[in-house]
Structure formats: structure tokens, C-alpha cells
């Protein structure tokens, strides 16, 4: 039993560490991809208003960024715990209860993100002939972003998925109440 336990908390100690490694691999792609944006939209708008002359290819290159921003945010987000939700219904359950809302909702996001990587890198392959208009590259290769953030997210998702339980706090509709108020 004790070889079991200590198989278990191993593996998940890997994932974790993996989990790590590919969420600062994530938070580089992020960086990059928005100082590129700012670089190439920067450009673009001192050519066509200083210079009077358009960069053919900035439109697609910010598209391409954008998109590796997207999806590489939404990998950073979910690892995170920071993408929105309406949590009133689970607020209700009791923390027993809020712990089986949690693992359902991550089992169903770990369906979404296995369909999300399986299919697109089909369709990565797909695109692998075609090129981008005035960028000259596969289509596959900014589409990537997909496929590879899918997976992403299942490795973070399997982290939730096999460690302890998460306490997810709820705030209360009066102390909700305060904080609008506050703001107002």
C-alpha cells in the first residue's frame, strides 16, 4: 500500500513540475507574442500615417499573434483559476459539495481540451499545405496554437484532476453586496 501512495504522489509531482515548465513556456510565448504585436502594430501605424506607406504584412502577423496570445492566455488563465464563472448554484453546496462541482467541471473541461488537441492537430495537418497570404508559412504553424494549448490545459487540468481537493471560496451575497457598493 505504501509503494502505491508513494507511485502516486510521484507521478503527481511530475505532472506538477511539468504543469510548472509548460505554464512559464506559456508566460514566454505570451510575452513575446504581445511585444511582437506591439512592435508590428506599432510599425505599421508609424509607416502608413508618418511615412504614408503600408506594411503589407502586419495585418497578418498581428491575426497570427493575436491568435498564439488567445490561446496561450487561456492556458496561463485555467492554470491560474482565472477565467470568469457564475458560481451561485455551487456557492449554495457545502464544501463537500463545491469539491464534486469542481472535479466534474474539470473532468468536462479535460473532455473539451483532449478534443481540442485531437482535432486540431488534424487539422494542423490539414492546413499543412496551404500558406498564409503574406507571410509565405504553412498555415499550420501559427495554427499550432490550438492543438498545443489543448494540451496544455489537459496536463493542467490533470494536476487538478489528481491532487487534493481545491477550496473554492465563495463570497457571500452580502458581502458582494459591500464590495459593489464600495465601488459606487
Not at 510565448?29 to 508609424?46: K, P, R, S
Not at 508618418?50 to 503589407?56: D, M
Request: proline fraction near 3%; charge should be positive.
Amino acid at each position: 500500500m505504501h509503494s502505491v501512495s508513494n507511485v502516486r504522489s510521484r507521478l503527481l509531482a511530475l505532472l506538477n513540475l511539468l504543469s510548472a515548465y509548460a505554464d512559464t513556456l506559456c508566460r514566454v510565448m505570451l510575452f513575446l507574442a504581445c511585444f511582437g504585436m506591439v512592435a508590428v502594430i506599432g510599425a505599421q501605424v508609424f509607416f502608413r500615417y508618418v511615412l504614408n506607406y503600408s506594411l503589407f504584412w502586419s495585418e497578418e502577423l498581428g491575426r497570427v499573434l493575436l491568435v498564439q496570445l488567445t490561446f496561450f492566455g487561456a492556458a496561463v488563465a485555467y492554470r491560474a483559476g482565472a477565467h470568469i464563472g457564475v458560481d451561485t448554484v455551487v456557492c449554495r453546496l457545502s464544501p463537500a459539495g463545491r469539491n464534486v462541482a469542481a472535479r466534474l467541471t474539470h473532468m468536462a473541461c479535460l473532455f473539451l481540451f483532449v478534443v481540442m488537441a485531437v482535432y486540431g492537430f488534424k487539422f494542423a495537418d490539414f492546413l499543412s499545405v496551404q500558406m498564409t497570404t503574406t507571410l509565405g508559412v504553412s498555415k499550420r504553424i501559427p495554427f499550432l496554437a490550438v492543438p498545443v494549448s489543448g494540451c496544455i490545459m489537459a496536463l493542467h487540468c490533470l494536476c487538478f484532476l489528481c491532487g487534493p481537493p481545491s477550496s473554492t471560496p465563495c463570497v457571500s451575497t452580502s458581502d458582494r453586496q459591500g464590495r459593489e457598493d464600495s465601488r459606487a
